[in-house]
Nanobody
Framework: QVQLVESGGGLVQAGGSLRLSCAASGSIFNFNAMGWYRQAPGKQREVIADISDIGSTNYANSVKGRFTISRDIARNTVNLQMNSLKPEDTAVYYC?????????WGQGTQVTVSS
């Protein structure tokens, strides 16, 4: 059973930075892609960044230039470096992994950006 465990969320002031990590229970090479989603209160969950098995990345326009997704193959983790945070970035952030026809989710980690 695949497990994804997020860490690194918290409270930060606007303009600050946070780094989220997602630790997978097995090799991240087992996944076709991994990504980060977020869900703000009253809004739908949205994808904000993803990275493919060959390392190509995509970003939502709302975070492009501020967030960076990366992977640490030795530690089986995918990270999200978030800079220049804004109050509208406040949400629960979820790690996602896709393996053939299966999709896995972490439990989520809260990010709160104060103005």
């Amino acid at each position: 059973q695949v497990q994804l465990v997020e860490s690194g969320g918290g409270l930060v002031q606007a303009g600050g930075s946070l780094r989220l990590s997602c630790a997978a229970s097995g090799s991240i090479f087992n996944f076709n892609a991994m990504g980060w989603y977020r869900q703000a209160p009253g809004k739908q969950r949205e994808v904000i960044a993803d990275i493919s098995d060959i390392g190509s990345t995509n970003y939502a326009n709302s975070v492009k230039g501020r967030f960076t997704i990366s992977r640490d193959i030795a530690r089986n983790t995918v990270n999200l470096q978030m800079n220049s945070l804004k109050p509208e970035d406040t949400a629960v952030y979820y790690c996602n992994a896709v393996q053939q026809f299966s999709t896995y989710w972490g439990q989520g980690t809260q990010v709160t950006v104060s103005s």
